[in-house]
């Protein structure tokens, strides 16, 4: 997988945008915890990064963001 240290133009890590990809496409924190090999908490820590990063507060507006930017299909 990608690493933390390369970032994005929107400020978002490539682990950032991994978690959100996967959120995107429907996984709850927990089943994305598993796919990356990360804790629970440390995926909602992303999710979190990624909204206040977005500046956006509901699950809906990540989703929108991720297919804007065609991050997913």
Same mark, same amino acid.
């Given at each position: 997988? %990608?690493? @933390? $240290?390369?970032? #994005?133009?929107? +400020?978002?890590?490539? #682990?950032?945008? &991994? !978690?959100?990809?996967?959120?995107?496409? +429907?996984?709850? *924190? #927990? &089943? =994305?915890?598993?796919?990356? +090999? =990360?804790?629970?908490?440390?995926?909602?820590? *992303?999710?979190?990064? !990624?909204? @206040?990063?977005? &500046? =956006? *507060?509901?699950? $809906?507006? $990540? !989703?929108?963001? %991720?297919? #804007? &930017? +065609?991050? !997913? @299909?």
């Amino acid at each position: 997988m %990608a690493t @933390d $240290a390369v970032r #994005r133009s929107d +400020g978002l890590t490539l #682990r950032e945008v &991994e !978690v959100l990809q996967l959120l995107a496409r +429907g996984l709850t *924190h #927990r &089943e =994305i915890a598993g796919l990356l +090999g =990360i804790t629970h908490k440390t995926a909602r820590n *992303h999710m979190a990064n !990624v909204y @206040d990063k977005l &500046e =956006i *507060h509901a699950r $809906a507006q $990540a !989703v929108l963001y %991720a297919v #804007r &930017e +065609g991050l !997913v @299909d």
